[in-house]
């Protein structure tokens, strides 16, 4: 038949939908994660049992140790009440932090009923910052890995991360600081991809954008980040990835000041909280911790107790700075690192978690520094010690030294840390702020008010429905709301760490006076752990 016309008929899928771009992308897909596998498939047999290593390590024996401290319970109430009432706290939220900490601790909760899975919060805040370690420790490895860092180094960095002791003990308790590292680390690897290309460098402003929001400390490492950024970028197209990138990061943090405008709580004014007004607290108005060269500070006396769980990791990391400001590709880390220690130099204020701050970069420039050592390739320093390095018999002392100060490293954790690990994964007596908690509700009404602790303020309210809530012990005197419509006060749950200093009547007047009035009933621990628990007369009303 003349005239007649071809059809294009599309061909068929398997279920008949005519698309026949599914099947081949679905090949690609698999062909794509079958070559990387292939590509890492050795990296992959290193980090899986490490990071096994390192998640038991944490893991066991969390629920007993540390003791819990104030912050913990603060950010984990703080998540219950956005995942429960949606609201960023259940008091009046006044910007000390941002939110997006205990925006992921929430949202992790909300997915996997976190708050329901165990028997006390700071059990799932535990979990949580069990996830933040064993994230980190990956990120670590391939941090390592990107800096030219061999195997060996960057297993090692993530091991003295994981592994050490102080580490440990901070990683376990639930600081938005745990939560800062990852993203950290994140914003670090995406910054020194290997492909150079947008998607890695809005990558990684993102990340640091998520590290800032999650607590706004992170920002004082910008510089640091920003020449890592800078480093790696192809100078063909620089000025557009940084411009690109640049705007990325900084519309994802301007949604925090954005939401105090909306809220009408962006500058200082009567009768609300505003951003401005708890940042120029923050920076001006809080008390200074001092210098750490200040023997007689507070940050010197922070610095010995960090000292006191390990000292090796934190002097080795600071003792690796100057090698790491030889080789190029380790400055800004090194950077990184720098700023941490100035933080503790410029005589402000310094939260007693920040050391958490100073851990994964100590871990990452002392195994820097044994590969720069070593002479591994991209490591070795520019200029004439390159130059120097290039003979066989300098490769051969290299290794040879490198080596040592390998087996030193592993017999130095090997003496040292074990013994304190094993007492960190083994002590098993419970919480006494634990056996307070199951005493209240044995053994008081819901209906009572009682003043507690931050760190069991979610179980009361969550699992026992205490009703009218708790009040957190710093509520008493800090918050209008919390003073103004406190009629009685019932019962007092007070840990000697936090009632027995010398600052506690002047910080803490209602409870004082409270106290004056009341008789203890009840007491768990022993020494600066123990907790106690005491009835206020009821002829006693707190003063507005």
């Not at 943090?253 to 401005?276: I, Q, R, T």
């Not at 590709?329 to 700023?339: D, F, M, N, T």
Request: positive net charge.
């Amino acid at each position: 038949m003349t005239g007649a016309t071809t059809l294009d008929v599309p061909d068929l899928t398997p279920d008949g939908s005519g698309d026949a771009r599914a099947p081949s992308l679905r090949r690609r897909i698999r062909r794509d994660c079958q070559a990387w596998i292939g590509r890492h498939l050795i990296s992959l047999v290193i980090v899986l049992p490490l990071l096994a290593v390192v998640g038991a390590v944490h893991g066991i024996g969390m629920a007993a140790f540390p003791r819990f401290v104030d912050d913990p319970g603060t950010y984990l109430s703080q998540a219950w009440s956005l995942q429960y009432e949606h609201r960023l706290s259940p008091y009046s939220y006044f910007y000390d932090h941002a939110p997006a900490g205990w925006i992921q601790i929430a949202a992790w909760s909300a997915l996997t009923n976190g708050f329901n899975r165990y028997d006390s919060a700071i059990a799932f805040g535990n979990e949580c910052m069990l996830i933040a370690k064993v994230v980190s420790s990956a990120l670590l490895f391939v941090l390592g890995r990107r800096l030219g860092f061999g195997r060996v180094a960057a297993t090692g960095a993530a091991l003295l991360f994981g592994l050490c002791p102080l580490a440990l003990v901070y990683g376990r308790w639930t600081f938005l600081d745990n939560l800062v590292t990852p993203w950290l680390l994140l914003a670090f690897v995406l910054a020194y991809s290997p492909r150079r290309s947008i998607a890695a460098a809005v990558g990684a402003t993102l990340a640091f954008g998520m590290a800032a929001l999650t607590k706004e400390t992170a920002l004082v490492v910008l510089p640091a980040f920003a020449w890592a950024l800078l480093q790696n970028l192809d100078r063909r197209n620089r000025a557009h990835l940084l411009v690109t990138s640049a705007f990325a990061g900084i519309l994802l943090m301007a949604l925090y000041p954005l939401m105090a405008l909306f809220k009408g709580e962006l500058l200082p004014g009567p009768g609300h909280n505003s951003l401005v007004g708890t940042a120029v607290w923050q920076l001006a108005d809080r008390a200074a911790s001092g210098s750490v060269l200040d023997p007689h500070s507070a940050t010197a006396d922070q610095l010995h107790g960090w000292l006191q769980y390990d000292r090796w990791l934190l002097l080795l990391g600071l003792a690796a700075i100057p090698v790491a400001l030889l080789v190029r590709r380790l400055r800004p880390v090194a950077l990184v690192l720098v700023i941490q220690w100035l933080v503790m130099v410029r005589g402000g204020y310094v939260p007693f978690m920040h050391v958490i701050n100073l851990l994964p970069w100590s871990a990452l420039l002392v195994a820097g520094a044994v590969s720069t050592v070593a002479g591994t390739q991209a490591l070795v320093p520019t200029g004439w010690l390159r130059a120097r390095a290039s003979s066989g018999a300098a490769h051969g002392v290299r290794i040879g030294v490198a080596g040592l100060l390998a087996l030193g490293l592993v017999g130095v954790a090997t003496a040292s840390w074990a013994p304190r690990l094993r007492q960190m994964t083994t002590v098993s007596q419970e919480q006494p702020l634990r056996s307070a908690t199951t005493w209240l509700a044995d053994n008081v009404a819901r209906n009572k008010v009682v003043v507690v602790h931050d760190s069991i303020w979610t179980d009361l309210v969550h699992r026992y429905g205490f009703n009218p809530r708790p009040v957190m012990i710093y509520k008493l005197d800090s918050d209008p709301a919390v003073r103004d419509n406190l009629a009685r006060i019932d019962y007092l749950v007070l840990p000697d760490w936090y009632y027995g200093t010398s600052e506690a009547p002047q910080k803490y007047p209602t409870l004082t006076e409270a106290r004056k009035h009341a008789v203890e009933v009840a007491s768990f621990g022993a020494g600066p752990d123990r907790v106690r628990i005491y009835r206020v007369s009821d002829h006693w009303r707190p003063s507005k």
